[in-house]
């Protein structure tokens, strides 16, 4: 748009959801301040301030570990996050310390993953599968067995702690179900998470289960991509579109090559498809998906 030649339809653009995309909706100091200021940081969703503290990624679907290195020079602003010369391990994060390390034995959708903190104790109870999801928990009990029983040490949950627990959201996403697991190989209803921290717990267990946005865990699949809704496809010119908001874009052949470019463009992106627009134009192909000309005078330039 910046060029002065395309005005983007972004309404085919995918929905951005607050805690699942990075920095969506936190505002300026997320961008422009210190990520890690004294130990400490303001978005802890995100920036870490311990060494190897665990969270739930932000996709929810796993465990993830915060990493931290100690540097070997000297640290000048604007890394001086600690006292000591510690920092994250990433440059391209500006060595801010952040949680991105997974932890391979606690994949939510994994069924074959492993409880915490014991890998055959279900102290937590919790589920693996598909359809499970990861929320901070101290939610615990003991495990009894036929000799006895497995008593679970309060000095493990005293802190929140990333727990996969099975999730089934209502129709229309506003809210969603937790499942724990019976120990019997099935899943038994904990509550219902109506919003984000709302605290969920349940007779004979002590702790509770924290929950998450309902956007969070339930945006995915609520509404197809409009940019990846193509239900034809021809063999010489690949897919065609046959949904939009704009009609007149309805029934459009796309070249093949641009399916993968319909929806969000980062801003590299951008330039290189911009490039390529001025190449495809030379040859009278020019897109028309996604980018509408200034001036044109039905909005879309035809091939």
């Not at 969506?24 to 978005?43: D, H, I, M, R, S």
């Not at 055959?120 to 615990?140: I, K, P, Q, W």
């Not at 959201?169 to 506003?174: H, L, Y």
């Not at 193509?230 to 009609?247: A, H, K, M, R, Y």
Request: proline letters at 7%.
């Amino acid at each position: 748009e910046d060029s002065g030649w395309y005005l983007p339809d972004y309404s085919m653009a995918d929905p951005l959801v607050k805690g699942v995309h990075w920095g969506y909706q936190l505002g300026c100091n997320f961008a422009t301040k210190k990520c890690v200021e004294g130990g400490k940081t303001e978005f802890p969703r995100f920036w870490c301030a311990k060494k190897d503290a665990m969270k739930c990624s932000l996709s929810r679907k796993q465990q993830v570990q915060c990493t931290m290195i100690r540097s070997p020079v000297e640290l000048k602003e604007p890394y001086t996050f600690f006292d000591e010369a510690i920092i994250g391990d990433t440059p391209e994060a500006d060595f801010c310390p952040y949680f991105h390390t997974p932890i391979s034995n606690h994949i939510c959708t994994d069924p074959g993953a492993s409880t915490f903190p014991i890998a055959n104790v279900n102290f937590m109870r919790e589920v693996f599968g598909e359809g499970s999801r990861c929320l901070d928990s101290t939610l615990h009990a003991d495990v009894a067995v036929p000799a006895g029983k497995y008593e679970a040490e309060a000095k493990y949950f005293a802190e929140p702690q990333p727990g996969c627990f099975k999730t089934v959201c209502g129709v229309d996403g506003g809210s969603y179900d937790v499942m724990i697991s019976d120990l019997h190989g099935s899943a038994m209803k904990l509550g219902t998470c109506s919003q984000e921290g709302q605290a969920l717990t349940i007779a004979g267990f002590q702790g509770q289960v924290t929950c998450a946005s309902p956007e969070e865990l339930c945006s995915e699949g609520l509404g197809t991509p409009r940019h990846t809704q193509f239900d034809q496809f021809n063999e010489d010119v690949g897919p065609i579109l046959t949904d939009s908001s704009d009609p007149s874009l309805v029934e459009q052949r796309l070249p093949y090559r641009w399916l993968a470019y319909a929806g969000s463009i980062s801003v590299a992106g951008s330039a290189a498809l911009l490039l390529l627009a001025l190449r495809l134009r030379r040859l009278g192909q020019v897109p028309t998906t996604g980018f509408s000309p200034i001036g044109s005078d039905d909005g879309v330039r035809s091939s």
